[in-house]
C-alpha cells in the first residue's frame, strides 16, 4: 500500500514560485520513480515532470522545461516540485505518483489527495 500526501499549492501571481512536496510511505520505493502530473478543469491530465529513486534521473514535459524542477530526498522520503515563472495556464490540481518510469503515462486515477495550484493576478 502507498500513502501519499501532496502539500505546498496555493494561490500566486504570474510570474511568481511554488515548492511542492509530497511525502511517501509504504511500497512507493518499490516503484522506480515518482512523477508529478496535474489536473485543470475540463481538460485531460497531464504529466508534469519524473524523477528516479535510484540515479536521479528527470524528465521534464515541454510546457515546463526551464521553468520546474523535480528533485527528491531519499531519506525524507519525499519529492519536490519548485515551480518558478508561474503562468496562468499552470493553474491545476497538482498530484504525485510512484511510477515505473521517469516518463509514463498518465494514470487513469490518483492515490493521494493532490494539492491545488492556481496563478492569478
Known amino acids: 500500500q502507498v500513502h501519499l500526501v501532496e502539500s505546498g499549492g496555493g494561490l500566486v501571481q504570474p510570474g511568481g514560485s511554488l515548492r511542492l512536496s509530497c511525502a511517501a510511505s509504504?511500497?512507493?520505493?518499490?516503484?522506480?520513480?515518482m512523477a508529478w502530473f496535474r489536473q485543470a478543469p475540463g481538460k485531460e491530465g497531464e504529466l508534469v515532470a519524473g524523477v528516479s529513486w535510484t540515479d536521479g534521473s528527470t524528465y521534464y514535459a515541454d510546457s515546463v522545461k526551464g521553468r520546474f524542477t523535480i528533485s527528491r530526498d531519499n531519506a525524507k522520503n519525499t519529492v519536490y516540485l519548485q515551480m518558478n515563472n508561474l503562468k496562468s495556464e499552470d493553474t491545476a490540481v497538482y498530484y504525485c505518483?510512484?511510477?515505473?518510469?521517469?516518463?509514463?503515462?498518465?494514470?487513469?486515477?490518483?492515490w493521494g489527495q493532490g494539492t491545488q495550484v492556481t496563478v492569478s493576478s
Open positions: 509504504g511500497r512507493a520505493f518499490s516503484w522506480e520513480a
Open positions: 505518483q510512484p511510477t515505473p518510469t521517469i516518463a509514463p503515462t498518465v494514470p487513469p486515477g490518483y
